[in-house]
């Protein structure tokens, strides 16, 4: 017996671009985990090639995995993971803001575009600018979340992907630094409010030639833990 395949058809708006032309990788990753179960359990996403913007796309959920195609072409495909995802630890929402003053790509941003980490207009993106925290290994951000990414019933699981996502990348990088997110893994513990205020905090955690490995979380001003990820970056030859 074949389990139905269920299908529906995917659009990326422009403004969720990461790299110029392609979707934010954490955005479509938020996405695939809301297919999936809603984020609320651990959902591992792998980014096979660039998701293109403006463009249908093949979103099909079969049994427990979830993919997503452009014709024939494998873009995008999620599958559960049985664990919980573990913050990096909790940085206050006022050390976190403080902490913006020495992102990295304030100096030099290869993709000043993305929706989640670019310098783009208040209230178009994310504008989430994390810098080191003195005396630790994390960098942090203060997220002031705009009304405009929230819909009907709050803030969505894409919008919380694109949030793990760059943080990520920025735990390793410097001023002019890239790579491309290969893996993020999502999940997401409690609600984002829009007009709230939350720390982002990441962590490197290793580094295997041209892969980099690190997490990343969204906290409340108390300290409890909202959503949670794990990121792997390829960097470029």
């Not at 009907?152 to 699981?157: I, K, L, N, R, T």
């Not at 982002?200 to 295997?208: E, K, L």
């Not at 980099?212 to 949670?228: H, K, N, P, R, W």
Request: charge should be negative; hydrophobic fraction near 45%.
């Amino acid at each position: 017996m074949t389990t139905a395949a269920l299908q529906t058809v995917l659009t990326v708006p422009r403004r969720f671009r990461g790299p110029e032309g392609v979707a934010n990788g954490g955005w479509i990753a938020g996405t695939m985990a809301e297919t999936l179960n809603g984020g609320r359990s651990a959902v591992e996403v792998t980014l096979h090639a660039p998701t293109p913007l403006e463009t249908e796309l093949r979103l099909e959920h079969v049994a427990n995995t979830a993919s997503l195609s452009h014709g024939e072409e494998l873009l995008v495909e999620a599958i559960p993971v049985a664990e919980d995802l573990e913050g990096p630890g909790f940085v206050p929402f006022n050390d976190a803001a403080r902490a913006e003053a020495g992102f990295a790509g304030l100096q030099a941003h290869p993709f000043a575009e993305c929706f989640a980490c670019g310098l783009r207009e208040p209230g178009d993106g994310l504008r989430i600018f994390p810098g080191p925290v003195a005396g630790t290994d994390l960098v942090a951000a203060g997220w002031r979340v705009p009304f405009t990414v929230a819909g009907e019933d709050g803030v969505p699981a894409s919008i919380i992907g694109a949030v793990l996502d760059c943080i990520t990348g920025w735990a390793h990088f410097g001023p002019g630094e890239s790579a491309l997110l290969g893996r993020l893994a999502v999940q997401i513990h409690g609600q984002v409010h829009p007009g709230g205020r939350y720390s982002v905090v990441a962590r490197p955690t290793g580094r295997d030639g041209r892969k980099m490995f690190g997490q990343s979380a969204i906290y409340e001003v108390d300290g409890t833990l909202v959503a949670a990820g794990r990121a792997t970056w390829i960097a470029p030859r």
